[in-house]
């Protein structure tokens, strides 16, 4: 059994065990190639436990490949690709699935997709045959709902299922975890009420416990050759809920501390 342990509270704990599987490809069942592998790592699904899916292979699953080396970009595709050191037909679907386009650097252009800030549009050419990119999924929280309601019918658990991908963070270097859908259980913590350790309550806190686990399990995945897609955690300090959305984790960009100073160029 392989798995990466990572504490937290102290005692039980949680346990993410990351998933092996095949190179996925168009068409292939999710649900089968995650029951394969936690039956090849020697575990079982039990009630509680968050399935995290990179979307990636969710994407790759529907078809949703893009061959940008035969689209004809517009002037403006055009103009970002060469300020930027990008494809140009690359750039124009960027440009097509962003909501809003703010600037970039080289090799990357800040956007918004769905409420989250993503370079390119959260497309990717990583790990994806040569001219080709991979779109998001058109609804991640619809994608989790379905995956989690197979699993249920199919092994008979109450799990909760995320689907995850990486992001960048202001003056950081690097790539860490996002949620972007979820299904079964809460993407926040509201510690607005409670106190501290000197009795004076909070007034803003809410953790994000969604990202908190994608970014634990994006660590497991990793960015490479890993072929872990998939990470199983156990013991998770979740709320599960049925009702549960994503949209739970997202606020308006008039509140955001980032987004108030931000302003979108023409697409």
């Given at each position: 059994m392989?798995?990466?342990l990572v504490p937290v509270h102290g005692g039980l704990g949680t346990i993410l065990f990351g998933i092996k599987t095949r190179l996925i490809g168009v068409g292939d069942n999710?649900?089968?190639l995650l029951l394969e592998?936690?039956?090849n790592e020697g575990l079982r699904l039990e009630d509680g436990d968050i399935v995290a899916i990179t979307s990636k292979v969710v994407s790759v699953s529907q078809n949703r490949l893009v061959r940008f080396d035969t689209i004809n970009p517009s002037e403006r595709a055009k103009e970002l690709a060469a300020e930027y050191g990008l494809e140009p037909g690359f750039v124009e679907v960027v440009l097509q699935e962003a909501d809003e386009v703010y600037g970039g650097v080289y090799r990357a252009i800040l956007t918004s997709k769905n409420?989250?800030?993503?370079a390119n549009s959260g497309i990717d050419h990583k790990?994806?045959?040569q001219g080709f990119a991979v779109l998001l999924p058109e609804n991640p929280d619809r994608d989790s709902t379905e995956i989690r309601r197979e699993i249920e019918k199919r092994v008979g658990k109450h799990v909760g299922v995320m689907l995850i991908d990486s992001r960048t963070v202001p003056l950081r270097m690097?790539?860490?975890g996002v949620a972007i859908g979820i299904s079964g259980f809460n993407p926040i913590r509201d510690c607005r009420g409670k106190s501290d350790l000197y009795d004076k309550p909070l007034l803003i806190t809410r953790l994000a416990v969604a990202d908190d686990l994608a970014c634990a399990a994006h660590l497991v995945m990793g960015e490479t050759t890993e072929r872990?897609?998939?990470v199983l955690i156990r013991g998770a300090p979740v709320e599960f809920d049925e009702s549960a959305s994503i949209d739970a984790a997202r606020i308006d960009s008039k509140d955001?501390?980032?987004m108030r100073i931000f302003q979108p160029k023409p697409i």
């Open positions: 392989t798995g990466t999710l649900v089968s592998g936690i039956k409420g989250i800030m993503f790990n994806v045959p690097g790539t860490i872990i897609p998939m955001c501390l980032y």
